[in-house]
């Protein structure tokens, strides 16, 4: 299994970027993906999930309303499209798989991880 994400980079406060995460290696429709970030000396933390078929979705309350996930199970990827972005929201960026179904707010329930993509927002 392999996840890829890209689309990271450097943006102005208030600004746009469009994660993506590729996968390859599972049946991807069958997966919750979810997003992470972690900000230096800080722990991992949950931004976004939605499950397999794409019909529920859930979101960290720092991010509710400016960033959205979806997916294309026809292309095996995930999106996390990001808006208003703030320099809080500087790290790095994981994507991740999971079989289960719910809200997935843990890291602990995710069986596969990408190696990350560097977003940084400047104020």
């Known amino acids: 299994v392999q996840l890829v994400e890209s689309g990271g980079g450097l943006v102005q406060a208030g600004g746009s970027l469009r994660l993506s995460c590729a996968a390859s290696?599972?049946?991807?429709?069958?997966?919750?993906m979810g997003w992470f970030r972690q900000a230096p000396g800080k722990e991992r933390e949950f931004v976004a999930r939605i499950h397999g078929g794409g019909g529920s979705s859930f979101y960290a309350d720092s991010v509710k309303g400016r960033f959205t996930i979806s997916r294309d199970n026809a292309k095996n990827t995930v999106y996390l499209q990001m808006n208003n972005l703030k320099p809080e929201d500087t790290a790095v960026y994981y994507c991740a798989a999971d079989l289960r179904r719910g809200p997935g707010y843990s890291e602990y329930e995710y069986l596969y991880w990408g190696q990350g993509t560097q977003v940084t927002v400047s104020s």
């Open positions: 290696g599972l049946t991807f429709s069958m997966y919750s």
